[in-house]
């Protein structure tokens, strides 16, 4: 939820799991959240990166 100033006010946004979709609940401390560097074409790191969100039930596979 988000006020007049756009500002967010919620306390706890959930994430989703980047493979399965899955909503990542407050109580999965299984899940794990990685941020994946963008290179260019020599190989150099860009500064940019993907975040991917995976819950515990992926990581227990």
Known sequence: MQNEEGQNMDLYIPRKCSATNRLITSKDHAS???????????????????????????RAQ
């Open 32 to 58: 794990v959240q990685i941020n994946v560097g963008h290179l260019d074409e020599t190989g150099r790191y860009t500064g940019q990166f993907s975040t991917f969100a995976l819950c515990g039930f992926v």
